[in-house]
């Protein structure tokens, strides 16, 4: 019997043959085998928070994780946290917190699983923080020859594992870089728009995490700092727009209306130019976008096929409600994105071929697909969709 499957937007559906949910190691072994029976494909899924059709797997099995969760190991001396793959970022936040630890960035909100997280790259904002898949020490993997295998012990392994795409298997647990929990003061407060543009290299540069929206139907920008508190969380004088609170409370907010979202990655230096040129987009008022433009900042890493590989970064996220059309507009912010050499976000809508993909990641893309060819040689992973962009 086949069932209908869709992301959290609801606007990406598919018909899988079968929909399996797993708690543990011997539940994915047996699921690989079941698939592998019946040739069929299997893409894992978190909390569906992507945009791209990554888990689309019509006619195939779609995994769902809800229940592969269970404790957390703390390992004190290297200060790193193994983490169940299906567990939401949510209660992993408040259990670090009860053993006295914390992400040192997170993203707008903490909904995600752990493994669809490092998935697609997620970030938060702070040019001195890379995205978390940068945060990852080791991850178990159960591959298309049904072994549990640790990526830590290859690093070709590990380094697609941290930007993996539910690619190479089912994650089962992941083990982070943790920091001591800390306070997080946050100052929000809105102004217009050219006002704050003249501010945002220094706000960028003297706050651990800045951000800003910016919404078309005002004109106005929605700015945010964050950064470390010293001291407990009533400690702040009671002034409009500030707050301390634990970092895991206070990074996450709630983004509860459905909507659809591109996102590119450009070069930090390019950022503020590229965002004008988009804003100019919307405001020729050829489409109807009452969404606003989110601004954020990455730091530069290594990893093979990440948006912020080997530069500083700002990314650049726009948005369509479900029920207007969105395609018009992604696609011609698209090519201004591409005049400043952007790199789309993995589990966010792009029209990407797998030519252009190869064009801007170079030597990091052929890398990634050829460690993924070692690990799942018949393809079990890839989807109708990874298909089409994979290295042939
Ligand atoms: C409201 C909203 C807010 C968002 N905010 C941010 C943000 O601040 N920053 C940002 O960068 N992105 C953001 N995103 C994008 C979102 O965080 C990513 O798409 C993320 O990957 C979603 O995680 P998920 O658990 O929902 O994974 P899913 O969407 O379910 O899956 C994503 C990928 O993970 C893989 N996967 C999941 N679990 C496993 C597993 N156990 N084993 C193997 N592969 C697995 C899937 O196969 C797929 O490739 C946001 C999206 C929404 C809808």
Known sequence: MTSIFANWSGLLTSSPKIIRSITNVDEAKEAINFAIERGICIRTTGSKHSHSPILQN???????????TGPITIDEKKNTATIPAGM???SATKELWKHGYAFSNQGDVDVQSIAGLIATGVHGTGIQHPSISSLVNDVS???ADNTLIQAAKTPDILEAAR??????????????NVVPRFHLHEHHWKEKIEELIKKVDTLVAENDHFEFFWNPLDDMAYAKTLNPHEGPADSLPDQKGQYIDWAHIVFPSERNERHTEMEYSVPVEAGLVCFQRIRSLILKGNHRIHW?????????DTGWISPARNRNTATISIHQGIDEPHEPFFREAE???????GRPHW??????????LASIYGAGWEKF???????????LFVNAYMQSLRLE
Request: proline letters at 3%.
């Open 58 to 68: 019509s006619g195939g099995m779609i995994i769902t994780t809800d229940d592969l």
């Open 88 to 90: 939401k970022l949510s």
């Open 141 to 143: 993997i159960v591959t």
């Open 163 to 176: 930007l993996n795409l539910g690619l190479l298997g089912i994650i089962v647990d992941v083990t982070f």
């Open 292 to 300: 606003p433009i989110e601004y954020r900042t990455v730091a530069a």
């Open 335 to 341: 090519k201004i994105f591409m005049d400043f050499k």
């Open 347 to 356: 589990g966010k809508r792009h029209y990407m071929t797998k030519e252009n």
């Open 369 to 379: 697909w050829k460690t993924q060819q070692k690990i799942d040689p018949d393809g």
